[in-house]
């Protein structure tokens, strides 16, 4: 599958089957993570790839909106130093949304789903993955194969994004 192909066909999976991913799947969708570009090339994340059922299930408390981590096959949550004091440095937020991406678009074309949940809950987190108290874990990415395998190749909804003429401005707004 191509870059393009896989951008527009990409779509948020949040319901799998029952069986684990195949270990070099799961190897090659950290890989695309480790790949992500970075600001100065720091690198400031680990990646803690989850796939034990209890701790899938533990770790789908972390937010009013992670419960689809339960049933996935594997989870990777996107562990920094903390992004919240002030003087933080924004750029780390914009590298952790780069190698998430590279995680699901590599997932996507292994026929691998996969979603996003915001941790809301750090205790939560720190309890499941056992971080240091110096790290912090604003995200985590569920995977799995899909249990509708539909989910590969539905087409978007209608209205579910915008035209693109109403999102680009050129030279002003």
């Known amino acids: 599958m191509d870059a393009w192909t896989a951008i527009r066909t990409k779509r948020m999976v949040r319901r799998f089957e029952a069986r684990p991913l195949d270990p070099e799947h799961l190897a090659q969708i950290l890989d695309a ?24 299930r533990a770790l789908s408390k972390c937010g009013p909106f992670a419960g689809h981590i339960a049933d996935a096959a594997a989870a990777v949550a996107l562990v920094t130093p903390d992004p919240r004091p002030p003087g933080a440095s924004a750029s780390l937020i914009w590298d952790l949304g780069l190698a ?58 209608a209205g579910g994004r915008r035209p693109l003429d109403d999102v680009v401005h050129r030279e002003t707004w």
Not at 35 to 41: D, I, L, P, Q
Request: charged share 25%; proline share 6%.
């Open 33 to 56: 993570g480790r790949h992500a570009a970075s600001s100065k090339n720091q690198q400031r994340w680990d990646f803690v790839a989850v796939e034990d059922r209890a701790r899938l």
């Open 100 to 157: 998430a991406e590279n995680m699901m678009i590599a997932a996507w074309e292994l026929g691998v789903g996969s979603c996003p949940a915001t941790v809301y809950d750090q205790s939560i987190a720190r309890d499941v993955l056992m971080f240091p108290e110096d790290r912090f874990c604003g995200y985590v990415l569920s995977f799995g194969y899909p249990a509708d395998p539909g989910d590969l190749t539905r087409p978007l909804k």
